[in-house]
């Protein structure tokens, strides 16, 4: 039987991919409809406007790549495993995601690129810090995976095979989280325009202050190491 998933992968998984679908509404409906927390329809754009010699665009493309790619590798250099684990720092890169948010906020206000730079950053370091547990695939900057998984899911239960459970909630966890982060962040950018960039950035702190606290804890019983 496959290990059971922690709480604290499920709420963690749920809470960011709430975040990630906040900031990537945000983008899409106040720059340029551009989203800022995947990658496939940038890097899409970026050839179209390559092909058609737009260079402004181009270089903006690419910007946004490269600063995702940045912050998957600050993720990387700070959490040096791709592997979910209890023990790691987890509450100092979400610190630094909530941060760049944050800061994002007064460069997307005054039309400044840094501001979608800085949100793409942030999205590429959450990314990063979540990819295995327990077999397990958890991505939560994107939902392609999930929708893909789901529909194997499906095909293996037309076809009378087993279905891996603990990952079908996994995906639809956080394929609803996503949608809902999506909602949440459209109604908030309806107000707030982009000072909605603000609750993600909340909202990824608390989460970040809530795995140490938990992390705090589980030392304090003699769980993990300190």
């Not at 509450?91 to 840094?114: M, S, T």
Request: aromatic share 8%; proline share 2%.
């Amino acid at each position: 039987m496959a290990e059971r998933l922690a709480t604290w992968v499920w709420v963690g998984a749920s809470a960011l991919a709430l975040v990630a679908g906040m900031v990537n509404v945000v983008g899409y409906l106040g720059f340029e409809h551009q989203a800022i927390t995947h990658l496939t329809g940038t890097t899409t754009l970026l050839g179209a406007a390559l092909a058609e010699g737009r260079g402004t665009a181009a270089w903006q493309l690419a910007g946004m790549v490269l600063a995702f790619v940045g912050g998957a590798a600050l993720g990387g250099l700070l959490i040096q495993d791709s592997v979910l684990r209890l023990g790691r720092r987890y509450g100092v890169a979400l610190a630094i995601e909530a941060a760049l948010l944050a800061g994002a906020v007064p460069l997307f206000q005054k039309g400044l690129f840094a501001g979608p730079l800085l949100a793409a950053g942030a999205i590429g370091l959450q990314n990063a810090m979540a990819t295995t547990y327990s077999g397990a695939v958890v991505r939560t900057s994107h939902v392609s995976g999930m929708f893909t998984d789901l529909g194997i899911m499906v095909g293996h239960a037309l076809r009378g095979l087993p279905v891996a459970r603990r990952r079908l909630w996994l995906c639809l966890v956080i394929i609803s989280s996503f949608l809902g982060g999506g909602v949440l962040g459209a109604l908030a950018f309806g107000h707030w325009q982009y000072a909605a960039l603000y609750l993600p950035a909340a909202l990824t702190g608390a989460t970040g202050l809530g795995y140490a606290v938990y992390r705090h804890r589980q030392v304090v019983a003699g769980t993990i190491a300190p």
